[in-house]
């Protein structure tokens, strides 16, 4: 498995969204976690530089649209949160001989291709190393890379991106920081579609077309 492998992790979507309830309903919620997930499988499987995808998901919807677009569909650690599908990936990866992983969430519907090219350009060739993207907010840990793929013990989580650094500071690798504005935006509250509603210059994603088709007013 050579290459750099973008592993996503995908909850089951009914009844996803929970923090949006007071702008969507339960089907609007589930909607949207499919538009995102959508966008993002497109970002990366146009990023020329991954050897693949795997979708980390018991989620049947992820897994049927994984496999029409040619993901690798991984069960374990699925009902495990985040940090445990992700580290079930990265187990898996490395007793395939799995060269790097890039992981990030199905949720940061604004991330194209061109960022995940720009992310992997400014990745270390020289093992171990760690390249992080953040969340807007520098609060997440929206997209990591990692040489090999567990050579930093990874836990997600609302705060995670100053501990991450701290993390890989502590076993002598020096993280390379990369923002970038479509991997950052992540939509986890309501303030996060309103700030993603306004961000510039428009682009036409599945999610923003189903935020509009919902009737999500345009922030002003």
């Known amino acids: 498995m050579i290459g750099i492998w973008a592993v996503i992790p995908v909850k089951e979507m009914e009844g996803s969204k929970q923090r949006l309830s007071s702008l969507l309903t339960p089907p609007q919620r589930q909607g949207l976690a499919q538009a995102m997930l959508m966008d993002v499988l497109d ?3 146009g990023a020329r530089d991954l050897a693949g995808v795997i979708l980390v998901t018991l989620d049947p919807f992820a897994t049927k649209l994984g496999q029409d677009m040619g993901a690798h569909i991984l069960t374990d650690g699925a009902r495990d949160g985040h940090t445990g599908a992700v580290t079930a990936a990265a187990h898996r990866l490395v007793l395939e001989g799995g060269h790097a992983m890039l992981t990030m969430p ?17 990745h270390s060739p020289m093992a171990p190393a760690f390249t992080i993207c953040p969340a807007h907010d ?10 090999p793929p567990d050579s930093v013990p990874l836990r997600f989580g609302e705060d995670s991106y100053f501990p991450h650094l701290a993390a890989a500071r502590k076993l002598d690798i020096d993280p390379t920081i990369v923002p970038l504005p479509g991997i950052g ?10 700030r993603f509603m306004r961000m510039q210059p428009k682009v036409r994603t599945r999610t923003l077309d189903f935020l509009q088709s919902a009737g999500i007013p345009p922030p002003d």
């Open 43 to 45: 970002a990366a499987f």
């Open 106 to 122: 199905g949720d940061i519907p604004r991330v194209t291709a061109d960022e995940i090219q720009t992310a992997i350009a400014h």
């Open 138 to 147: 520098e609060k997440g840990s929206n997209c990591i890379i990692m040489t």
């Open 185 to 194: 935006m992540d939509i986890d509250h309501p303030e996060d579609i309103f």
